[in-house]
């Protein structure tokens, strides 16, 4: 039986729809237990009316505009910390939360820790492709600043979240985020990327096909994409844009006139299955690489679907063993972890 930390205080929604999400959790998987963490007048409630769940009350919470190092040192008893620290200390698997990513990432880093040998978590997400296709994107914002050798190593862990959760069976071809497919793209530290990926396909580590582009994120047919944080938050960021953009204006051209109304609500359950695969609901957010047990992070303005399968994502790492795939991907040849 997997037990699964879930912040019922995170993100911008209020915590009725974590926890509408953590019903659903549990009406899925019947081996599931939930740890809810928040405030005593959110969580004792529900446990005490809901079997396979337990309360970890908080008494803080840390919020999506404050500093993440320094929120995370002054607010110990926020619910991340008190959720990362139930994970280090053995009383769950896993953590799931749609609360601020650099508070999560530095708790999960405090208390979690990071598999030996690892440089910086790095946050991948599970982006849909064209007939079926599915690609592994990180990193989406842990880290602004990468060193070369970390960009190879996030392709190593997002190989590895790429056989779990994206149905890769092969070696997971890698694809490095530039502004053009040519050896030459790039500014000079994304150039530095390259050669470092190129050293480590040279030596077997990765399977490195070269520079794509930001076209490939949804159109590829490379199994996982690369980039420093900066570069791939950026690109999650416009295609969330943009896709929020296509949603409106077909929604307005479907007021302008009862020939689009009709043309509108004949697309409408098609058109809601390519919304929830860009909003990342499909698969509840993203995962921090890297560190001794699961930790997910979900959408701020998250839904009760989105909660759901985070939190069910979080099962599936645990019993599909993706710490494991990704200290094994990460350690030198004939090393032992």
Request: hydrophobic residues 40%; glycine residues 12%.
């Amino acid at each position: 039986m997997v037990k699964v930390v879930v912040d019922a205080m995170g993100g911008d929604e209020p915590p009725e729809t974590v926890l509408k999400g953590i019903e659903l959790a549990l009406e899925a998987d019947k081996e599931l237990t939930v740890v809810v963490a928040g405030g005593a007048d959110v969580v004792e409630p529900f446990c005490k009316e809901h079997d396979r769940t337990e309360p970890l009350v908080t008494t803080e919470v840390i919020a999506m505009d404050e500093h993440p190092a320094q929120a995370v040192r002054a607010k110990r008893d926020s619910s991340i910390v008190r959720g990362c620290k139930a994970v280090a200390g053995g009383e769950a698997d896993a953590f799931f939360s749609a609360g601020s990513t650099g508070a999560i990432l530095t708790a999960a880093t405090l208390y979690v820790k990071r598999l030996k040998g690892v440089s910086r978590p790095c946050l991948a997400a599970v982006l849909p492709g064209l007939d079926g296709h599915q690609t592994v994107v990180g990193d989406l914002g842990a880290n602004a600043d990468c060193r070369p050798e970390m960009i190879v190593q996030f392709a190593e862990m997002c190989g590895a979240l790429a056989k779990v959760e994206a149905g890769c069976s092969h070696e997971p071809s890698v694809g490095l985020l530039s502004n053009g497919t040519e050896d030459t793209k790039g500014s000079e530290q994304s150039q530095t990327y390259f050669r470092a990926l190129t050293e480590a396909a040279e030596q077997g580590a990765v399977a490195f096909a070269g520079n794509c582009e930001g076209k490939d994120l949804l159109c590829g047919d490379y199994d996982v994409i690369v980039a420093d944080g900066f570069t791939g938050n950026v690109a999650l960021k416009s295609m969330e844009g943009t896709a929020k953009y296509i949603a409106g204006q077909l929604k307005a051209a479907a007021k302008r006139s009862p020939l689009n109304a009709i043309g509108a609500l004949l697309i409408k359950g098609e058109f809601a299955r390519i919304a929830e695969d860009l909003s990342g609901d499909k698969h509840g957010g993203a995962v921090l690489l890297g560190l001794r047990a699961p930790v997910l992070v979900g959408h701020g303005k998250t839904s009760p679907q989105a909660v759901k399968n985070g939190t069910l994502a979080a099962v599936r790492c645990v019993n599909e063993g993706l710490t494991s795939h990704v200290a094994a991907a990460c350690a030198p040849t004939g090393a032992e972890q």
